[in-house]
């Protein structure tokens, strides 16, 4: 039997079970991720800008897609225990070059992230852009929170680059 606390997905030590319990701070609940919140975070941290009706339209099928995903993990259809969540994680097919799953496709992801940010390439990014990309994913900092993430992770400074972005979003040290 395989591990699902083992996330296919992140070779850096984070598990299925840290990710859910960091889903549950910023959901606010207990024990559980309501799967239309969880669809919306997802849709929002991959958000690409919406010029068309054909955008619109591709960014709703991809919500309905994760929606129909998650609630086949679903006893209730509406949330995942922490159990469930660890099950749907451990379904990704690491062996299929489509999906983000080994150290270099996870990186290339990072890439197109950080590139959505502005819509060009760049190297750096201010602060602000920074805070605009963790909040498009529907996160909300208290008073004070991003600041301090900015002063203690990334010692004050007034640009991230594109490398910072990589070992925070992958959870290691600046």
């Known amino acids: 039997m395989i591990d699902n606390n083992i ?3 992140l070779n850096n030590g984070i598990t ?3 990710i859910f319990r960091t889903l549950l701070f910023h959901f606010k609940t207990d024990n559980f991720i309501p799967i239309d919140k969880a669809a919306e975070f997802v849709v929002n941290l991959l ?3 919406v010029v068309t009706v ?3 339209e591709a960014e709703e099928r991809f919500k309905r897609s994760l929606n129909k995903i998650m609630a086949s993990y679903s006893k209730d259809g ?3 225990n922490e159990d469930q ?3 749907l994680m451990q379904s990704f097919e690491v062996q299929n070059e489509y999906e983000f799953t080994d150290a270099q496709q996870y990186d290339m992801f990072l890439d197109r992230l950080f590139y959505r940010i502005k819509h060009q390439k760049t190297d750096s990014i201010n602060v602000e852009d920074f805070k605009n990309l963790i909040e498009r994913s529907g996160f909300k900092f208290e008073p004070g ?3 301090n993430l900015i002063k203690w992770y990334f010692r004050n400074k007034d640009e991230i680059t594109l490398e910072e ?3 925070f979003a992958t959870g290691n040290v600046v």
Do not use: A, S, V
Request: hydrophobic share 25%; glycine share 0%; with cysteine.
């Open 16 to 18: 299925n079970r840290d």
């Open 54 to 56: 054909y955008d619109r």
């Open 165 to 167: 972005f990589k070992l």
């Open 145 to 147: 929170e991003f600041e």
């Open 7 to 9: 996330n296919p997905l």
């Open 85 to 87: 969540f660890c099950d």
């Open 78 to 80: 509406e949330t995942l």
């Open 47 to 49: 958000k690409r800008p």
